[in-house]
T-cell receptor
Framework: EAQVTQNPRYLITVTGKKLTVTCSQN?????MSWYRQDPGLGLRQIYY???????DKGDVPEGYKVSRKEKRNFPLILESPSPNQTSLYFC????????????FGPGTRLTVT | KNQVEQSPQSLIILEGKNCTLQ??????????LRWYKQDTGRGPVSLTI?????NTKSNGRYTATLDADTKQSSLHITASQLSDSASYIC?????????????FGIGTKLQVIP
């Protein structure tokens, strides 16, 4: 089944404790992206990647890191999480073409205390 | 700055009734517009996509319209069902350079009640 998977789905952590949220897709998509979704703000892009070893900042990259060593994986790293990073996170992937449809993962709900 | 505004923010309708959701955008240069459905606690799923030359597109009981001149789109849901309860997000892509940047609306939260 074609899908985007994220792990973990739910995470409660404390300020400053490094964490990684994994994202994997099995559709051979070149493009992958991370978003956060907060009430009243909609989806905002954190980082995106056009292909392996190619990453770039989105609209709200501060406090986040990403890597793209393999085509199928795009982990999101929070080196020192803070409470303002409490949010619902979505990973998405697509082909790099003009009318590409982004396929979203199931989401990761992160709480930083 | 590219913006996508949706209205209403929330809507409650009776099962079986029709409804229309609105999307206004200021994205330029325009490439395409998508409507996504997002069930609570899940990722968005694409319903329709429309390019500059398309005025209307249907997907079952969902019909999207686009007026590229006024930069407005609507999503019409016919004969609503309880399973239509979700947030509907308008997403507009611009065609700047060789890469498309997407701008998301905040969404309209629809609740269909029996």
């Amino acid at each position: 089944e074609a899908q985007v998977t994220q792990n973990p789905r739910y995470l409660i952590t404390v300020t400053g404790k490094k964490l990684t949220v994994t994202c994997s897709q099995n559709m051979n998509h070149e493009y992958m992206s991370w978003y956060r979704q907060d009430p009243g703000l909609g989806l905002r892009q954190i980082y995106y990647s056009m292909n392996v070893e190619v990453t770039d900042k989105g609209d709200v990259p501060e406090g986040y890191k990403v890597s793209r060593k393999e085509k199928r994986n795009f982990p999101l790293i929070l080196e020192s999480p803070s409470p303002n990073q409490t949010s619902l996170y979505f990973c998405a992937s697509s082909f790099v073409e003009r009318l590409r449809e982004q396929y979203f993962g199931p989401g990761t709900r992160l709480t930083v205390t | 700055k590219n913006q996508v505004e949706q209205s209403p923010q929330s809507l409650i309708i009776l099962e079986g009734k029709n409804c229309t959701l609105q999307c206004n955008y200021t994205v330029s240069p325009f490439s395409n517009l998508r409507w996504y459905k997002q069930d609570t606690g899940r990722g968005p799923v694409s319903l329709t996509i429309m390019t500059f030359s398309e005025n209307t597109k249907s997907n079952g009981r969902y019909t999207a319209t686009l007026d590229a001149d006024t930069k407005q789109s609507s999503l019409h849901i016919t004969a609503s069902q309880l399973s239509d309860s979700a947030s509907y997000i308008c997403v507009v892509s611009d065609n700047s350079g060789g890469y498309q940047k997407v701008t998301f609306g905040i969404g309209t939260k629809l609740q269909v009640i029996p």
